[in-house]
């Protein structure tokens, strides 16, 4: 069975549906936000695909190694998302319906990677798991090692997201900082758990997608100190009415 892209297809239904409930909630629910989501997932489709293949530069690869691009994925949704909504003109910020719907899309989509794909490094801690020696690009899994569950580290950390996202979805008010707050936990979070990963490094010991989350970090980094000195977070950590 193709475990992966089952859960992948399961995690994308499972974020529709948080997405279209997220905006009823929020009375946001319409037309335009709907076809948002629509180049959400057109623009994922590509940036998976797109990303994938500029790790081999091979045409016939594009389709096979372009699906295991998470992070080309999500950029992807989102230039899709900005498309989308440049073609309408539609102007209302959607990213704060998007964050809760991704975070739980992606943790039933893991599910599909750590069943399939080489669970991590090797590691000697009581946690470690082992994968069939037919496992795709895992030495690993040949001579029986135990290696770190990184897809499990990763499905437990977007549990935990997408439940601190609905805890602090009614007391944040401005606009947009539900998404950049999720934004920047998974890159920071993303680039951690790369030491656990299998993949391979390139430079500096580090990997590509560390390399490809370095600046966005740093953007981030900037945008969250934007916010902060603006009062946006004050509500995350004072006692104050919220909205219900």
């Known amino acids: ?32 936000s709907l076809i ?11 940036g998976m695909r797109l990303a994938g ?21 999500l950029t992807g949704a989102y230039v899709g998302v900005l498309v989308a909504k ?9 990213g704060d319906l998007f964050a809760p719907a991704v975070a739980l899309g992606m943790a ?10 080489a669970p991590g490094r090797p590691t000697d801690l009581p946690w470690g798991v082992h994968a069939p020696p037919a496992t795709p690009e895992c030495p690993g899994c040949l001579t029986g090692q135990a290696m770190h569950p990184s897809f499990v580290y990763e499905i437990v950390f977007q549990l935990a997201v997408f439940a601190a996202l609905l ?3 009614k007391r944040l008010t401005q606009p947009g900082e539900l998404f ?6 998974y890159a920071v979070f993303r680039f951690l758990v790369e030491f656990t990963r299998a993949n391979e490094t390139v430079w500096l010991d580090l990997t590509r997608p560390q390399w490809f989350l370095i600046p966005g970090m740093l953007l981030l980094a900037l945008r969250l100190g934007y916010g902060w000195r603006r009062g946006y977070y004050v509500s995350l950590f004072f006692n104050r009415k919220v909205m219900s």
């Open 53 to 73: 293949w500029l790790e081999t530069l091979d045409a016939e690869d594009l389709w096979l190694y372009g699906s295991r691009s998470i992070l080309g994925g």
């Open 108 to 117: 039933v989509g893991r599910i599909g990677c750590h069943l399939t794909e």
């Open 180 to 185: 950049t707050l999720y934004v920047a936990a």
């Open 1 to 32: 069975m193709p475990l992966h892209e089952i859960f992948v297809g399961l995690g994308v239904l499972v974020a529709s549906v948080v997405f279209v409930r997220e905006a009823r909630r929020r009375g946001a629910l319409n037309e335009q």
């Open 167 to 169: 805890w602090a979805r």
């Open 86 to 94: 440049r073609l309408i003109g539609y102007r209302e910020r959607t």
């Open 36 to 46: 948002a989501v629509a180049g959400a997932l057109v623009g994922g489709a590509v």
